[in-house]
């Protein structure tokens, strides 16, 4: 498992694959991710201490990402990760989170007492099939109900049920409401969720363009960052 990379491209930054503790929520259908946690504190401060020490500060920027939201790393961790912040002086932090700790990312931000660009897995602006088909957990109702509390979605393309307008609409929406955005090409995994490849093979002809679009990140597969198995 790789757990340190550097982002040459857009967005240039280091990023972190840590371990946290059980995913507040886990059942979305689509996701096998939360497998990568612990519930020894121990373990997870160990591994993640090691990590945090290949940090540079080479682009002053830094993300972390885990196996659910940044409230599930320890308490140590994050105080780590603070430390690490001053050391190397890094200026900017990506973090991510599910909907449910809305009401803890102020408290969060404060904590880093550095500008944070928080991502949250929305996967489709579509409600229903967010929360009934993919069991998100994510109701929020409209794109400005979002953006009280989050900076960057990651939408999620290729599914079987998933349809090009549905597509379509996610894309319109976060190409003219949002400064950053990540868009997952979905790779099967343990689950039942399949995917589409008539519909991946349309996404990267007719959206091929937001590989030179610099405020989307594509990920046409899921190590794409350099961090993961």
Request: contains cysteine.
């Amino acid at each position: 498992m790789n757990r340190y990379s550097v982002i040459e491209n857009k967005f240039p930054r280091e990023i972190l694959l840590l371990k946290g503790f059980p995913c507040v929520w886990g059942k979305c259908t689509f996701c096998d991710y939360i497998l990568d946690n612990s519930i020894s504190e121990e373990e997870i401060n160990k591994i993640n201490f090691e990590i945090l020490e290949k940090v540079t500060g080479k682009y002053k920027v830094l993300e972390v990402i885990n196996s659910g939201s940044s409230f599930e790393l320890p308490k140590k961790t994050l105080h780590k990760i603070k430390e690490i912040i001053k050391e190397k002086g890094i200026e900017k932090l990506f973090l991510e989170s599910h909907w449910c700790y809305k009401n803890k990312v102020k408290e969060m931000r404060e904590y880093f007492e550095i500008p944070i660009i928080f991502k949250i897995g929305v996967e489709t602006f579509d409600f229903k099939f967010r929360n009934e088909f993919l069991n998100k957990n994510a109701k929020f109702k409209t794109v400005k109900e979002l953006k009280e509390y989050f900076d960057s979605p990651c939408i999620m393309v290729g599914i079987k049920g998933q349809t090009r307008e549905q597509i379509d609409k996610d894309m319109d929406i976060i190409l003219n409401n949002f400064n950053h955005s990540t868009v997952n090409v979905f790779v099967e995994n343990s689950t039942k969720i399949k995917r589409d490849e008539k519909l991946v093979k349309w996404f990267k002809e007719k959206y091929k363009f937001l590989d030179e679009n610099p405020k989307i990140e594509v990920l046409y597969n899921n190590t794409d960052f350099g961090v993961g198995d």
